[in-house]
């Protein structure tokens, strides 16, 4: 280890000259020592030292690293944060040895500080890739996560993996068109599905996150508390699907078709679409009432004669949309954008 040298040990100057001889007059326009003394100009700001040696007691046991290590891989993440401006006030508390005490498992984080030193995940084979996963969610090392996730994904027994594109076409080949394919509860998180007819499919409680389902056919689907959050329905035709409280958070819906011609409704009672895009998508007549619409993207929607009663619109965009006979009553429009409605709010229900 590097031994520290202070100012203490430093050898007594040898110029010969004393410091009353060795001063001299500030020029004009340069603070004098006085003034800098006296603390009446500002402070210089200290640039952390970037081969500066700092010891960590993370779970008891103590790391010792470069300050150039905790910032330039990952100036994202905490460690980068809490070290940052060290000089400006103190990342943590410190142990007798002077070392910051961070409370987590050391034999996780011992993995990521590697990581941060040379940009490679190694670890033991008696390491759990998801107690990687977790320090590393923990500490805001993003490069990390994608490979970890990949881990626990593989590493997961097989009837836990998700069903993937092809074990899907596979049930629809061998399944006949008056039969009900039953996919409730079934994991398909990440399946890409785009442009596949998936009529009549019951989806209740099924797991659909970050699912493709781009230009799917939807119709008819019950989508009953199935979780579709962050998955991609853009274009998807979903005429007179049963969503009751599905999960769509996040999700894109944009140029969805809800309407069906024999007027039967889209039901999606109590969903939660917070921060889904909706955009150019025809939703009329479809039931969002109690719907969490919150800082959702409805923006030249068609929700003639849709059912909003109840619903939760702050912050949502409805900019363009129509909402002609909509059922409004006792929706939240809290700093929603209403510009260039097509038809003026007291031609819906909500002030009839």
Known sequence: MSKKVSTSDCPPS????SSSSSSSKPTPGSPSKDASASGSGPPAPRVPTPYKWVSLNVGGKVFTTTLS????????S?????FAQEDAMCPSDKDAEGAYLIDRSSQYFEPILNYLRHGQLIFDGHLSPEGILEEAKFFGIEGLIPQLEELVRQQ???EDL?????????ALIKTSQMTELRFQGVNLAGAD???LDLRHINFKYACLTRCNLSLANLNYCCLERADLSFANLEGAQLLS???LCANMEGANLQGCNFEDPTGVRSNLEGVNLKGACLENSNMAGVNLRVANLRNANLMNC???AAVLAGADLERCNLSGSDLQEANLRGANFKDAQLELMLTPLHMSQAIR
């Open 78 to 82: 905490m460690l980068a944060r809490m």
């Open 69 to 76: 290590t905790l910032l330039n891989k990952e100036p994202g």
């Open 162 to 170: 998700p069903l993937t594109r092809r074990d899907v076409i596979s």
């Open 241 to 243: 699907v049963k969503g």
């Open 193 to 195: 599905l785009r442009k």
């Open 302 to 304: 068609n929700l003639r």
């Open 14 to 17: 040898t110029s010969g000259y």
């Open 156 to 158: 997961q027994p097989a």
